[in-house]
């Protein structure tokens, strides 16, 4: 089944090596990055996962929670975790979900023709508070993943949540952004302290503060 943005993530009970867990329950409200890989003791695999394992504070300052999978056992996930520590400097905090009967990555088709019919690709999900699929990213076996840009689509997710701004090409925070196309520049100029108007459409605005 394809995933859409908007959909809800499908629902799933599973052995983690943070314990039996379902993944609406533990998220209990919160943002998620659910994200596959391909095998456990796999050198790029071996990277994400203490990449992510060293943004724990990171996530958490967010509201975040992440959560990773493969197709690997239980048992392969617990003897992996002390490499990616080792390695990354890093304890893995967050759950490893154990799927060998394929059933999530199937779920959440994680698994493509042409790329190992029995792994899962490096898939990412970013699902917000209300389980809805806010973003999807698929990446090849041999290229890892840019947990930078994770975090970026985070901070812009949260952000375009809440006030009626968009951000622009490779925005970063604290950047300008972009006044939504659904608000007129004098209701624009009513709601933000500044807009700088290009064109009709584009219209720029400091980024509105938190709060
Ligand atoms: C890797 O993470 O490096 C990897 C994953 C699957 C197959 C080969 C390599």
Redesign the pocket.
């Known amino acids: 089944m394809t995933i859409r943005l908007g959909d809800e993530a499908p629902d799933f009970t599973a052995d983690t090596t943070a314990g039996t867990l379902s993944f609406h329950a533990w998220k209990d409200g919160s943002w998620a990055v659910l994200f596959s890989h391909?095998?456990d003791f796999?050198?790029?695999?071996t990277t994400e996962l203490a990449r992510t394992a060293s943004l724990a504070a990171e996530f958490e300052r967010r509201g975040v929670k992440a959560i990773a999978l493969s197709v690997d056992s239980l048992d392969s996930h617990r003897g992996w975790v002390g490499d990616i520590a080792a390695f990354g400097g890093a304890t893995v905090e967050f759950p490893i979900v154990a799927d060998p009967a394929r059933e999530i990555a199937t779920a959440y088709d994680m698994i493509h023709p042409g790329e190992g019919e029995t792994s899962t690709v490096r898939s990412v999900f970013i699902v917000d508070p209300a389980n809805r699929v806010r973003l999807t990213l698929t990446y090849p076996?041999s290229v890892g993943r840019n947990f930078d840009e994770l975090l970026r689509v985070l901070d812009a997710l949260q952000l375009t949540d809440r006030a009626a701004v968009s951000t622009p090409a490779d925005w970063q925070p604290g950047q300008r952004v972009i006044v939504s196309p659904a608000l007129s520049t004098v209701d624009a100029r009513a709601r933000f302290d500044e807009v700088e108007e290009v064109t009709s459409y584009l219209r720029w605005t400091p980024q509105p503060s938190a709060g």
């Open positions: 391909p095998a796999t050198p790029v695999c076996k």
